[in-house]
């Protein structure tokens, strides 16, 4: 019975393969705006999604440049909103109880600087706030934006490729 369901949910991944791409990028973008990242599973997702595309052949690279566009792009936009809000940050939920972790966090940006994107990036927690504080400690954009799409390229291949070779070799063990 399983795996009739799996056979049945991978011909309709191949039937609708051309949608695999704008949905990883839609994921991937929401899964990177600042907070939403700390409620959605980012890294099961990404297996999840790396699977998938291995089990029923779908072409890795436009679904690993989506995710990776996609991410980039949620990053953005948290950078942004980071600007804009800058100081008010500081009056924000946990931020407002505990200024010590702002702190804590300015410190580690001034010290590893551009590296700090790209570190954070394969943390949880601190993924979904990097690119929002970014944006306060006032980053400069080029800096960011170049340290962002390179760990977000690194990043997704990181996470679909192990994803893709297991998707392949279940599709391979259920024939």
Not at 11 to 38: N, T, Y
Not at 66 to 83: E, F, K, M, N
Not at 142 to 164: D, I, K, M, Y
Request: one cysteine or more; glycine letters at 12%.
């Amino acid at each position: 019975m399983l795996a009739h369901a799996l056979a049945s949910l991978l011909e309709f991944l191949r039937a609708h393969a051309a949608w695999a791409a704008p949905i990883a990028f839609a994921i991937a973008f929401g899964k990177s705006l600042a907070f939403v990242s700390l409620v959605v599973p980012g890294v099961t997702l990404m297996l999840a999604i790396g699977g998938l595309i291995g089990a029923a052949g779908i072409g890795f690279v436009p679904v690993w440049i989506a995710v990776s566009l996609g991410a980039a792009c949620g990053d953005w936009v948290s950078y942004a909103i980071g600007v804009r809000v800058k100081g008010g940050v500081r009056r924000i939920g946990v931020l407002a109880r505990h200024p010590e972790m702002l702190a804590n966090a300015e410190r580690f940006f001034r010290r590893w600087g551009w590296m700090s994107v790209v570190l954070c990036r394969f943390f949880g927690p601190l993924r979904a706030t990097v690119p929002l504080l970014c944006g306060v400690f006032e980053m400069p954009p080029l800096t960011f934006q170049l340290a962002n799409c390179f760990s977000a390229f690194v990043w997704a291949a990181a996470l679909l490729g192990p994803g893709r070779e297991i998707g392949a070799a279940l599709a391979g063990w259920l024939r």
